[in-house]
Nanobody, 115 residues
């Protein structure tokens, strides 16, 4: 069974940092562009960042300079380092292939940023 399991969320004050992890099992995603997405209460899920198999990255404008996506193909894991967090970053964060596959949505990890 293929699974993507997100972890690392939590409650943090504005200006703080968190590092999210997305561990894949059941298959390798090393040749896929992977993405992080988030869904805030009452809003649709949105793209946050992506990383290609070769390490090329792309970010939503509002997180550029604050978030860094990375991957460890040997561990089949993708990371999202989030610095200078803002209350508007509060959301459930998910990982998936960059063109999301409905089969791979997991439970996500909650990030709450207090002001």
């Amino acid at each position: 069974q293929v699974q993507l399991v997100e972890s690392g969320g939590g409650l943090v004050q504005a200006g703080g940092s968190l590092r999210l992890s997305c561990a894949a099992s059941g298959r390798t995603f090393s040749t896929y562009t992977m993405g992080w997405f988030r869904q805030a209460p009452g809003k649709e899920r949105e793209f946050v960042a992506s990383i290609s198999w070769s390490g090329s990255t792309y970010y939503k404008d509002s997180v550029k300079g604050r978030f860094t996506i990375s991957r460890d193909n040997a561990k089949n894991t993708v990371y999202l380092q989030m610095n200078s967090l803002k209350p508007e970053d509060t959301a459930v964060y998910y990982c998936n292939t960059n063109l999301p596959d409905a089969r791979y949505w997991g439970q996500g990890t909650q990030v709450t940023v207090s002001s």
